[in-house]
């Protein structure tokens, strides 16, 4: 019969741990489902817009209208020419970390690294 007792008191503590682990998934399920939710509605959102182009243009032009389109030109010329600087400086590294690092020591870069262009 000890058998049989230490059976249902194993089973009894298998089942007490379950119930607890199903607690703890459940509360951290509740927390990420509230992000979910969120992504989701954002997608429902952009397919939507997707979907009716005709008012994402009237939103567009909304948007124009509320900032001046002289102010919207500065900004988007600002935009572009940091973009630039951004796209020119990268590359300006790029060709730098073509150079040996033995060129690098002595001084004797070449003029040209060797690798694509």
């Known amino acids: 019969m000890s058998r049989r007792r230490e059976l249902a008191r194993t089973r009894a503590l298998l089942l007490a741990r379950s119930e607890r682990q199903r607690r703890e998934l459940a509360s951290r399920t509740g927390a990420i489902a509230g992000s979910l939710r969120r992504v989701d509605a954002a997608a429902g959102l952009l397919r939507r817009a997707a979907a009716h182009p005709l008012l994402l243009a009237g939103a567009v032009a909304a948007v124009v209208a509320a900032f001046r389109p002289g102010r919207l030109l500065r900004g988007l010329s600002w935009g572009l020419s940091a973009a630039m600087l951004v796209q020119r400086a990268a ?17 004797t870069a070449p003029a040209r690294p060797a690798g694509p262009a």
């Open 91 to 107: 590359a300006l590294l790029q060709k730098g970390a073509r150079v040996t690092p033995a060129a690098r020591a002595t001084g």
